[in-house]
């Protein structure tokens, strides 16, 4: 693994472990979970190959294999319990009590402090603990794998058989980045997903990386088409809102953000941008109204399970800091402000979830340091935020039935 200057969380993580032995060991396993990350992007853009796909598809899924088990005989090894820590007997070893991944994330049992103070041989154990569990996992996500994908090239159903394969080549995915979020967070104390490997991100920053992109595309087009629409519209007016609309297209189809879609929605993209390329704005009205719906459609990327749970936590949040703020706002408006402002950074991570919550965060960055400072300015769209992220009362279950 190549310690490049951008890669700083893998700086900080290093420099953490003062034994060289396992700071070569960790790296190792790092420098494996990394390769196999990069194989599976490859694969993933591979699914989006139309010409020899079968072929292409099956020497790109060899790589990723070699890459996969490779990593999967190195968890072995270090799990094993004649491979202790260095410096220490497998007997001692041994009798270490396990430290879930779970557990260490959410700093119940140990917090980042704690866990820095905590020896380097005291965070291997920790580490070796949970090899084991990861191990199975990832296993049981391989096979997985090796099932979709045969299914993949000898079921007729192809753009089936290759949804399936996309979403066990995440599930994989999201295996390495959970052997590599472990590594972080036993000799860190927390881990920062998006920051392991540059350029890669684990599935829940892909989704909200894809939400936020939708959203603005979306909004993008909606604009332009009502021009095309408006049968009022100057023919030179609608042409160059034509245009612009296959300009936003074809822009987003070569950013990073379009390979994180699924291959069947980004071959959809690409017929899309070449129905609207090949015409202009008066033949293809039609299929411009059908474009702005079908980007409308998209909004279900929301309801997946990782995205919900993500938001709910940012609402909870954000709900329960903005009222205990808020009240005090007279008493301690400097320290409200800046509640606002952590509150605020937080719902940029909701971007694209609503077209409301959007325009409260573009109003607030529109905003300067001493405008976000006045209390008069920045508490209306703070209430504003609390009133738009406020989970929806639950209503309370009938008292003389049966509640399910």
């Known amino acids: 693994?190549?310690?490049?200057?951008?890669?700083?969380?893998?700086?900080?993580?290093?420099?953490?472990?003062?034994?060289?032995?396992?700071r070569r060991k960790v790296q190792k396993l790092l420098q494996i979970g990394e390769e196999a990350v990069r194989a599976l992007g490859e694969l993933d853009a591979a699914l989006y190959v139309r010409e020899d796909?079968?072929?292409?598809?099956?020497?790109?899924?060899?790589?990723?294999?070699?890459?996969?088990?490779?990593?999967?005989?190195?968890?072995?090894?270090v799990a094993a319990p004649e491979n202790?820590?260095?410096?220490?007997?497998?007997?001692?070893?041994?009798?270490a009590a396990p430290v879930s991944a779970p557990?260490?994330?959410?700093?119940?049992?140990?917090?980042v402090i704690a866990t820095r103070n905590r020896t380097d041989d005291e965070k291997w154990r920790a580490l070796t603990s949970e090899m084991d569990t990861l191990h199975y996992g990832l296993s049981s996500e391989l096979r997985e794998y090796d099932r979709r994908f045969a299914d993949a090239l000898s079921n007729d159903r192809k753009e089936q058989a290759l949804g399936d394969l996309n979403d066990a080549t995440t599930a994989l995915m999201d295996g390495v980045f959970a052997v590599m979020t472990t590594v972080?967070?036993?000799?860190?104390?927390?881990?920062?997903?998006?920051?392991?490997?540059?350029?890669?991100r684990d599935t829940l920053g892909k989704a909200l990386a894809v939400r936020r992109a939708i959203a603005e595309l979306r909004r993008t087009v909606r604009d332009l088409n009502q021009t095309i629409q408006d049968r009022a519209s100057d023919p030179v007016l609608a042409q160059a809102s034509y245009q612009r609309m296959v300009e936003a297209v074809v822009d987003f189809i070569k950013s990073e953000v379009f390979f994180y879609l699924r291959s069947d929605t980004r071959k959809e993209f690409d017929r899309l941008r070449e129905l609207l390329a090949s015409g202009n704005a008066k033949q293809n009205r039609n299929d411009c109204e059908g474009f702005d719906k079908y980007l409308d459609s998209l909004a279900f990327i929301s309801q997946r399970v990782v995205l919900i749970t993500h938001d709910n936590e940012i609402k909870t949040k954000v709900t329960a800091e903005l009222d205990r703020a808020l009240a005090y706002v007279n008493l301690l408006p400097e320290l409200v402000c800046d509640v606002i402002l952590e509150a605020f950074t937080k719902a940029e991570r909701l971007l694209g979830l609503s077209d409301q919550i959007d325009d409260l965060v573009t109003r607030w960055h529109a905003l300067d340091d001493n405008a976000r400072a006045d209390i008069d300015r920045a508490v209306p769209l703070a209430r504003a935020l609390c009133d738009l992220v406020r989970p929806p009362p639950q209503n309370s279950p009938p008292g003389s039935s049966d509640f399910f």
């Open 53 to 77: 796909g079968e072929e292409q598809l099956q020497i790109v899924s060899d790589a990723v294999l070699s890459h996969l088990r490779r990593l999967l005989d190195y968890l072995r090894m």
């Open 184 to 200: 972080y967070e036993c000799f860190l104390g927390h881990a920062e997903p998006e920051r392991m490997i540059p350029g890669h």
């Open 84 to 95: 202790p820590a260095p410096g220490e007997s497998a007997a001692e070893a041994a009798p």
């Open 103 to 111: 557990t260490l994330a959410r700093g119940a049992a140990l917090g």
């Open 1 to 22: 693994m190549s310690e490049s200057p951008e890669n700083t969380a893998l700086a900080e993580l290093l420099e953490a472990i003062a034994d060289r032995r396992i």
